[in-house]
C-alpha cells in the first residue's frame, strides 16, 4: 500500500456541488497538507494541519474546508465547487526535523463543470 | 518578485547528456534545498536534499546550493529516458516551531531524447 493513499483519483461534478476529497497515511507523521497544482502556478498550499486540533490555512483557502479526523487522515472539502477549482489535488505529510522532505500522494484529478 | 523562481521548460536533451535544473530564491531564511521529481499524473517524490551550502552527490544527481548567489542547481549525469519529468525545486527556512512550509518552483519540464 501506498504511504499516502488519496481517494478518488479522478472526480468530475457540477458546479454548485459539494465534494470531499479525502487523504489517508500511513507514515505515523502529524502533519499533513493539501495543495493544488494548476499549469503555470505550481504547487499552491490551501491547509495545512500539524496535528489532530491544529488546523491552518494556507495561501488559496477561500472556498475550502478541511478536517482532520485522526491523525491519520485528512479531508479537503469544496462546499460549492466553481469551474475554476479545476484543478490536481495532492496531500502530503510530513515530519518535523532536519532535511525532511514531505511525502505527497498520487493526487486527485478534479473537473468542475 | 517571486520567491522561487525556475523555468518552466521544456528542455530537451539527448540522451547520455549532463543535464542542469536551476532556481534561485529571494528570500535569504532559506536553508534547506531540495529536488522533487514528478512524473506525469504522479505525485512529487523527493530525489534530493541538501542542508545550507555545498554540494550533495547520490548517484547520478548532484545537488548544489549557492547561498551568496541565493541558486541552487540540480545536475543529471548519464541522463536517461527515464529522467524524463517535472522536477521542482523546493526550499524553507530553519523550524523554529513555527509553520514551516516549503516553497515551491513551478517546475521544470525535463525530455530526455532516447
Known amino acids: ?113 | 518578485q517571486k520567491e522561487v523562481e525556475q523555468d518552466p521548460g521544456p528542455l530537451s536533451v539527448p540522451e547520455g547528456a549532463i543535464v542542469s535544473l536551476n532556481c534561485t530564491y529571494s528570500n535569504s531564511a532559506f536553508q534547506y534545498f531540495m529536488w522533487y521529481r514528478q512524473y506525469s499524473r504522479k505525485g512529487p517524490e523527493l530525489l534530493m536534499y541538501t542542508y545550507s551550502s555545498g554540494n550533495k552527490e547520490d548517484g547520478r544527481f548532484t545537488a548544489q546550493v549557492d547561498k551568496s548567489s541565493k541558486y541552487i542547481s540540480l545536475f543529471i549525469r548519464d541522463s536517461q529516458p527515464s529522467d524524463s519529468a517535472t522536477y521542482l525545486c523546493a526550499m524553507r527556512g530553519y523550524s523554529g516551531g513555527g509553520a514551516d512550509g516549503l516553497t515551491f518552483g513551478k517546475g521544470t519540464h525535463l525530455i530526455i531524447q532516447p
Open chain 1, 1 to 113: 500500500d501506498a504511504d499516502v493513499t488519496q481517494t478518488p483519483r479522478n472526480r468530475i461534478t457540477k458546479t454548485g456541488k459539494r465534494i470531499m476529497l479525502e487523504c489517508s497515511q500511513t507514515k505515523g507523521h502529524d502533519r499533513m497538507y493539501w495543495y493544488r497544482q494548476d499549469p503555470g502556478l505550481g504547487l499552491r498550499l490551501i491547509y495545512y494541519s500539524f496535528d489532530v486540533k491544529d488546523i491552518n490555512k494556507g495561501e488559496i483557502s477561500d472556498g475550502y474546508s478541511v478536517s482532520r479526523q485522526a491523525q491519520a487522515k485528512f479531508s479537503l472539502s469544496l462546499e460549492s465547487a466553481i469551474p475554476n477549482q479545476t484543478a490536481l489535488y495532492f496531500c502530503a505529510t510530513s515530519e518535523p526535523g532536519q532535511g525532511d522532505g514531505y511525502t505527497f500522494g498520487s493526487g486527485t484529478r478534479l473537473t468542475v463543470v
